[in-house]
């Protein structure tokens, strides 16, 4: 049994316009251990996903549905209430787009970390603080840290402040959102050695969004790559990288400045589309050299590609 | 070409900090650079957020007066001028900027915004400034430019948003750019677009491009040269491939190394780090400022002496103590 089997989920925002469709049927599994790197560019949808996941969904959040069985449960049947409970921080956590900024400033952050413990566990203070205590280790923080306030931490320290909070109910899934993008790449890469070690020591599973495919190629088994609200391949992280099925994929490969090679970067010409109303059949096909007869008609289906591999373009759909 | 454009020399920008009630202290944002940018080129300023890459930019478009050292713009001293005397240089010298939401005025047309340099400088009849709005818009790839002209920011993408604020910074026909993270709120897949479209601008014009920017590989595919700054200071600068390739200073190394490539195997090992981060630019460390966080350090030399930066190879130079100016 997989750790969380997601089908169809989907999440539009009201606007004074026709709906966001910010998360338009979503279907994904995660085995238990493995990290997904859900990859794609800004506005795809990719928060709103996570929201979906978290049941933390806006006031203006329409269209909410779908299935998503965690450790065998389905979570979508559960009321507000029971979800609180039962499953968000506990089974399933996450550390937000930008989480760093929205810790409290007048509250030591060992505190903070400190407090779901208490609230939620009925945790004493002497047992909280020395979970807290071992989570600073776990996340190579100096103990002493967890007696300062927020301004007298460095970006990385709030990041693993962060992933501390995410940690302390014991997860076995743990959404990041972005959680590198606003640090400098030497301190990303301490942190991204950092996510390695919990994975591997504690088998805690991540969902890890990255507008970044190479840095989710550093801690993901797998790889799903998100365009215009809908999930357009996924694979393994070998596959994804060198044998990239959908035409989106390939582009946003070949649109990647490399290191190590002097073959310089192509680009994709045109945007991504407004998700109130998005192309007709493939979202991708204004972009796509590829386009033939059904691409602006019908949508094509998630298709295999290989064992394991799915994309959804009609140039695999029809090979079948 | 290969006329000396733009030349600052030990720049230095400190900037007074409060500490405290009534006390202040001297943040050290440019610390002793020394460069030049050559017209037709581009050199490209890398490394990581507060290494002073912006207080570099502002301060060579005289956009704040240096603490110290000089600058010099196609041979003239402009180091101290005041506003009034800087007319001339700020015509031939532009920015564009990160930010392409904040960096426009909303609510000024496009045609507005590019019209409005032509204006303060004096340019044209107001027919012959249409014009050159809609070359510049033509020069950037928005058409149709009679169109694009009157749209307002809001309703531009990212990515044209940008091309607005370059089709700006070239509507003077400027000898040098400063283009100060220009992509970095774009999408990746566009990324390289604007990138070609300042290098064939680049290329059509000969202009000299200062491209600063926290992203080591696209600097490697769009510019001549490489400067790499830590804490204030210039470490390196050499040829942009060898500079990648055969990186000089430790960390040079360890910022390349930082960087993963799209590679399904990276996810079974470490990447090697540098400990630690950045210093205070209150306080730099003695000596070299890298050598709390330097594998290589050398007991009794690095924490203590400042190495200059020196020439080590033809045009590719570096500060640090394992590379010793060779001895006659
Ligand atoms: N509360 C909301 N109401 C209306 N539209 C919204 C709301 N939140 C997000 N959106 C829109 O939904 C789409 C998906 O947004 P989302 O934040 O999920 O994208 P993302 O992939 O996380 O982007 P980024 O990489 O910029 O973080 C975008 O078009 C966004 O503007
Ligand atoms: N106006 C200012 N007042 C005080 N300190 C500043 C100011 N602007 C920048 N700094 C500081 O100067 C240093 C260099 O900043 P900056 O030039 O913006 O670097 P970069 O662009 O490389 O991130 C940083 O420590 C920054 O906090
Ligand atoms: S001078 Fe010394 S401390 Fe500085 S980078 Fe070179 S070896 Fe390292
Ligand atoms: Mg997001
Ligand atoms: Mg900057």
Redesign the pocket.
């Known amino acids: 049994m997989s750790l969380l089997e997601v089908t169809d989920l989907t999440l539009h925002?009201?606007?004074r316009e026709d709906p966001?469709r910010?998360?338009d049927g979503v279907s994904f599994r995660l085995e238990r251990g493995q990290a997904l790197g859900v990859v794609?560019?800004?506005?795809?949808?990719?928060?709103?996903?996570?929201?979906a996941l978290m049941r933390l969904l806006?006031?203006?959040?329409t269209g909410y549905g779908g299935s998503v069985m965690l450790d065998g449960q389905e979570v979508m049947a559960l009321s507000d209430d029971e979800f609180r409970r039962q499953v968000r921080w506990r089974k399933l956590s996450m550390v937000f787009?930008g989480a760093q900024n929205s810790l409290n400033p007048v509250l030591r952050v060992g505190h903070q970390v400190a407090e779901p413990l208490m609230l939620e566990n009925g945790a004493r203070k002497a047992q909280a603080r020395e979970r807290v205590l071992s989570l600073f280790d776990l996340v190579r923080l100096p103990r002493e840290v967890a007696d300062r306030y927020p301004h007298e931490l460095s970006g990385g320290m709030k990041q693993r402040v962060m992933i501390a909070m995410s940690l302390v109910l014991d997860p076995a899934l743990v959404v990041l959102?972005?959680p590198t993008s606003a640090l400098d790449v030497s301190i990303q890469a301490q942190m991204m050695n950092l996510l390695k070690d919990l994975k591997r020591d504690l088998g805690i599973s991540f969902i890890f969004?990255t507008?970044d495919i190479a840095l989710a190629s550093d801690l993901c088994d797998r790889i799903a790559v998100?365009y215009a609200?809908q999930m357009v391949e996924i694979g393994s992280a070998d596959d994804a990288l060198t044998q990239p099925s959908h035409p989106y994929t390939q582009l946003l490969l070949g649109s990647i400045p490399r290191l190590a090679a002097d073959e310089p970067p192509q680009f994709i010409p045109g945007a991504p589309p407004?998700?109130t109303g998005p192309p007709s059949g493939c979202r991708f096909h204004p972009r796509c050299p590829y386009v033939f007869e059904p691409c602006d008609r019908d949508d094509p289906p998630l298709a295999a590609a290989r064992e394991g591999h799915e994309a959804r373009c009609w140039l695999l759909a029809t090979e079948k | 070409m290969n006329a000396e454009l733009l030349r600052v020399e030990d720049l230095k920008v400190y900037y007074q900090a409060r500490k405290g009630l009534i006390g202040s202290v001297a943040v050290k944002a440019l610390d002793g650079v020394s460069l030049e940018v050559q017209s037709g080129e581009t050199l490209a300023i890398v490394g990581e957020s507060g290494s002073g890459k912006t207080t570099l930019g502002r301060a060579a478009l005289r956009l704040i007066r240096p603490t110290g050292g000089s600058i010099h713009f196609r041979g003239e001293d402009v180091t101290n001028l005041s506003d009034s005397g800087l007319g001339a240089f700020r015509r031939r010298a532009q920015g564009v900027f990160q930010d392409p939401y904040s960096s426009l005025d909303g609510f000024m047309s496009v045609a507005q915004i590019l019209e409005e340099p032509l204006v303060i400088h004096g340019v044209g009849t107001h027919g012959e400034r249409v014009e050159m709005i809609h070359d510049a818009l033509r020069d950037v790839r928005m058409s149709p430019p009679e169109e694009m002209a009157t749209k307002f920011p809001h309703m531009l993408s990212g990515g044209l948003r940008q091309r607005v604020g370059i089709a700006r910074a070239l509507i003077l026909r400027p000898d040098f750019i400063l283009a100060d993270e220009p992509v970095s709120m774009i999408d990746a897949s566009s990324r390289a677009e604007i990138l070609y479209l300042m290098l064939e601008l680049q290329r059509t014009y000969g202009i000299g491009f200062l491209y600063i920017t926290h992203d080591i590989a696209t600097a490697r595919h769009f510019s001549d040269r490489i400067a790499v700054m830590y804490a204030g200071r210039v470490v390196e600068s050499g040829p942009a491939g060898q500079v990648i390739d055969e990186p000089l200073h430790p960390y040079t190394e360890a910022l390349i190394r930082a960087i993963p490539e799209p590679d399904a195997s990276n996810r079974l090992r470490q990447r090697p780090v540098i400990p630690g981060e950045p210093p205070s630019p209150t306080e730099p460390p003695a000596g070299c400022r890298f050598h709390p966080r330097c594998p290589f350090a050398i007991a009794g030399t690095c924490e203590v002496v400042d190495p200059p930066l020196i020439e080590v190879k033809p045009g590719h130079m570096t500060a640090c103590h394992l590379h010793p100016e060779p001895e006659e």
């Open positions: 925002y009201a606007t966001v910010a998360v794609g560019e800004s506005g795809s949808g990719k928060t709103s996903l996570s929201l806006p006031s203006n959040a787009q959102d972005e969004i507008h998100v609200g407004d998700l």
